[in-house]
C-alpha cells in the first residue's frame, strides 16, 4: 500500500525554525517528484514547494522563497519541509502529496494525512 | 501568484450533471496539458479525482470526466449522488510552479 506519514508541526512562535517530516513507503520513492500543499483555516489548496525525483531540482511558490527549504532523503524514503522566518500567514495544514512523475510533480495522486502548523 | 477562477459553488439534484469550471491564462491552464482537478470532504485530505485534463485514477467512478478549452478546464460530474458533495479544486503546472483554483463548494440538493 503507498503511504505518505507526515510528522512534525504543532504551535510555534513567529521566527524560528521548524521542519516537517514525511516518510513513504509502497512505491520507488526517487522515481517520483514529491511537493508540500497548504491550506489555511477556511481557505483553498496553496501548492508551496516541489522537489524532483533525484533531488537536483527544486521549486518554491514567491510566499516561501527564501524562507522555506524543500529536501529529501532518498536513501531513508523521507521528504522535509523546513520552515524559517515563520509568520501568521504561515498558519494551515501542510500536506505532503506524491507527484507522478521523477521528473515533474504534474498531479498528486497520493496525499498525506496533513500536520497542522499554528503560528502564534 | 494569482489562483485560478472556479465558481464559488455549484448544486445539482442527484441524477443531474454539474460542471465546474476553471479558468487560467495562457501561462498556465492554456499553456500546458497538465490539469487536475481534487475532491475534498470536510476536514479530510484532498483526493486525486482528473489528472492530464482528461485522465482518471483507477478508482475514481467514470461520472467525473475533464476537459479544456484555451484557457478554461472544466470537471463535470454525471449523475450526481450524494457523496459528491464536496469542495473541488482544479490546479495546473505553469512552468517550474503550480496554481490551485479558488475551489467550489458543490452542493447536492
Known amino acids: 500500500e503507498v503511504r505518505l506519514l507526515q510528522s512534525g508541526g504543532g504551535l510555534v512562535q513567529p521566527g524560528g525554525s521548524l521542519t516537517l517530516s514525511c516518510a513513504a513507503s509502497?512505491?520507488?520513492?526517487?522515481?517520483?517528484?514529491m511537493t508540500w500543499v497548504r491550506q489555511a483555516p477556511g481557505k483553498g489548496l496553496e501548492w508551496v514547494s516541489t522537489?524532483?525525483?533525484?533531488?537536483?531540482?527544486?521549486f518554491y511558490a514567491d510566499s516561501v522563497r527564501g524562507r522555506f527549504t524543500i529536501s529529501r532523503d532518498n536513501s531513508k524514503n523521507i521528504v522535509y519541509l523546513q520552515m524559517n522566518s515563520r509568520s501568521a500567514g504561515d498558519t494551515a495544514v501542510y500536506y505532503c502529496?506524491?507527484?507522478?512523475?521523477?521528473?515533474?510533480?504534474?498531479?498528486?495522486?497520493?496525499w498525506g494525512q496533513g500536520t497542522t502548523v499554528t503560528v502564534s | 501568484q494569482s489562483a485560478l477562477t472556479q465558481p464559488r459553488s455549484v448544486s445539482g439534484s442527484p441524477g443531474q450533471s454539474v460542471t465546474i469550471s476553471c479558468t487560467g491564462t495562457?501561462?498556465?491552464?492554456?499553456?500546458?496539458?497538465?490539469v487536475s482537478w481534487y475532491q475534498q470532504h470536510p476536514g479530510k485530505a484532498p483526493k486525486l479525482m482528473i489528472y492530464?485534463?482528461?485522465n482518471r485514477p483507477s478508482g475514481v467512478p467514470d461520472r467525473f470526466s475533464g476537459s479544456k478549452s484555451g484557457s478554461t478546464a472544466s470537471l463535470t460530474i454525471s449523475g450526481l449522488q450524494a457523496e459528491d458533495e464536496a469542495d473541488y479544486y482544479c490546479?495546473?503546472?505553469?512552468?517550474?510552479?503550480?496554481?490551485f483554483g479558488t475551489g467550489t463548494e458543490v452542493t447536492v440538493l
Open positions: 502529496v506524491k507527484g507522478m512523475s521523477a521528473g515533474s510533480w504534474l498531479a498528486g495522486d497520493v
Open positions: 509502497g512505491f520507488i520513492f526517487n522515481n517520483y517528484a
Open positions: 522537489i524532483n525525483g533525484p533531488a537536483s531540482d527544486t
Open positions: 495562457s501561462s498556465d491552464v492554456g499553456g500546458h496539458n497538465y
Open positions: 492530464d485534463v482528461i
Open positions: 490546479c495546473s503546472y505553469a512552468g517550474a510552479r503550480y496554481v
